[in-house]
């Protein structure tokens, strides 16, 4: 009989370890980081880059996982479907257009930021090329901006030449590209005599020169809206960081790259 107990008691401990062991291992797995896609501008990239590691650091339990692009790209992504808890655009043409399709939340969504339009030209230019007429000149022969269907960037550049009566005269001049960070590698390598990107990505190269920024009233408002997804797997997540994204911490780190606050929440 005290066989049989002792046999008893030694499944029994057994049986509990291995219960112990399971259920600390659904512990441990319930802690993985819950990771959480954010779709951004390319003109983004630097200021993200630095605020993701923060936001990290502050909420360990959480991991952000960013892809950049054109604003018209990303916003076709999640238009098909893409995994994505936030959208970061450059310009409200495309977030307008994903909040009609109730693919953002309007609950938490708002225009974060501000940028300037400006145009540059290589560092080391001989051309002289003082304001956004001076593209007229024979000796500009390319001129790079981004696809205005696609690029918001593009789009300001295309209404600021429209403008200023250019835009129909540039047209052989023009070279499109696919995001704004690409025009500004054709200016920096001498691929073009010039570009127009936002004052943000002037600013964070060395190989080109600031000519002059377009006057505000020649184009749209240049803000930058983010919203949490309306297919977002991590709701409560998404807008943690959604609210993270406008206070101070993350606001000094903006400002650092050359974004203004819009404040408007």
Excluded at 167 to 185: C, E, I, M, Y
Aim: proline share 5%; hydrophobic share 40%.
């Amino acid at each position: 009989m005290r066989l049989i107990i002792r046999k008893f008691l030694l499944f029994t401990t057994i049986a509990l370890m291995v219960g112990c062991s399971s259920t600390s291992k659904q512990s441990e797995a319930g802690q993985a980081p819950v990771e959480l896609y954010v779709l951004a501008a390319a003109s983004l990239a630097d200021a993200m880059k630095e605020l993701a590691p923060l936001y990290e650091s502050s909420h360990p339990n959480q991991k952000i996982v960013i892809s950049y692009g054109s604003s018209g790209t990303l916003q076709k992504q999640i238009e098909q479907g893409a995994p994505a808890d936030l959208y970061f655009s450059a310009a409200k043409k495309q977030m307008d257009e994903l909040l009609q399709k109730d693919l953002i939340d309007p609950q938490h969504t708002s225009n974060l930021l501000k940028n300037q339009l400006v145009l540059v030209v290589p560092k080391s230019t001989d051309l002289k090329i003082e304001n956004f007429e001076d593209l007229q000149n024979p000796s500009i022969q390319k001129v790079a901006i981004g696809h205005p269907e696609s690029v918001p960037a593009g789009t300001y550049a295309k209404e600021a030449l429209t403008h200023l009566g250019l835009w129909n005269g540039l047209q052989p001049k023009l070279v499109f590209a696919k995001d704004v960070r690409q025009v500004l590698s054709y200016v920096e390598t001498g691929n073009v005599e010039a570009g127009i990107v936002y004052q943000t990505d002037a600013a964070r190269s060395e190989k080109v020169k600031l000519v002059v920024t377009a006057d505000q009233n020649t184009h749209s408002p240049i803000v930058y809206p983010i919203g949490v997804t309306r297919n977002s797997e991590q709701p409560k997540e998404a807008q943690s960081l959604y609210q993270w994204l406008s206070e101070p911490e993350a606001a000094s780190v903006f400002t650092k790259y050359g974004f203004e606050i819009v404040g408007d929440r």
